[in-house]
């Protein structure tokens, strides 16, 4: 499989604070994906992107924004953060076979 | 627009005790529809790939099947390591950037 990284795993922040959280991967993916995941909405997607300064809005990407200036990291981030962006937030990427390939998860607490 | 609903939303069983997961979607034209298991604090992990209706895959205990309008997710004696959350995602033909559209997921729970 794809190695997908995301950093950090967990992070607490305060209210108004920009937080940027990172996504990796070590093969040649041209397809990257933000989603967050809360309970009684699942996965919606936030950005996604298509290649080197590319990238697309999902159906949930008000208040944050997505750089892509290398194949192997897709950077996102919350500008000035709110506490309804608390969440878990997954970064993909597409497999032909498999759909998508998870990262690990951001857990992400605005306080 | 894509829709997928997963039922139940919540399940439990005893060990051994068989069931079904469901998951129906609406979609101009599937490329493909995925099934995933997700552990508590875990990304979602790929179970099944299924394109075409009739179409099954097993693995283990668990087999997927598909018509044009649902999938069902069978596991057959289940044990406590079963329990999880399983996700389904759907992908249509002409979808922009390859984007799978996710339902909320059951969250099996399989007693000892």
């Known amino acids: 499989d794809a190695g997908i990284t995301q950093s950090p795993r967990h992070k607490v922040t305060e209210t108004g604070t920009p937080v940027t959280l990172r996504c990796h991967q070590t093969e040649n993916h041209r397809y990257m994906y933000w989603y967050r995941q809360d309970p009684g909405h699942g996965l919606r997607l936030i950005h996604y992107?298509?290649?080197?300064?590319?990238?697309d809005k999902g159906e949930v990407s008000d208040g944050y924004s997505v750089s892509r200036s290398k194949t192997e990291d897709f950077l996102l981030t919350l500008e000035s953060a709110t506490s309804s962006q608390t969440s878990v937030y997954f970064c993909?990427?597409?497999?032909?076979?498999?759909?998508?390939?998870f990262g690990s998860g951001t857990r992400l607490t605005v306080v | 627009e894509d829709q997928v609903t997963q039922s139940p939303e919540a399940l439990r069983l005893q060990e051994g005790e068989s069931s079904s997961l469901n998951c129906s979607y609406t979609v101009s034209g599937l490329r493909g529809l995925f099934w995933y298991r997700q552990d508590p604090g875990k990304g979602p992990e790929f179970l099944f790939t299924?394109?075409?209706a009739g179409e099954e895959k097993e693995k283990e205990r668990l087999k997927a099947t598909l018509t044009k309008k649902e999938s069902f997710l069978h596991i057959t004696a289940p044990k406590p390591e079963d329990s999880a959350t399983y996700l389904c995602?759907?992908?249509?033909?002409?979808?922009?950037?390859?984007?799978?559209?996710f339902g909320e997921g059951t969250q099996l729970t399989v007693n000892p």
């Open positions: 995602a759907v992908q249509e033909l002409e979808t922009s950037g390859s984007r799978l559209t």
């Open positions: 993909a990427i597409s497999d032909f076979h498999k759909g998508y390939t």
């Open positions: 992107s298509y290649g080197v300064k590319d990238t």
């Open positions: 299924l394109y075409s």
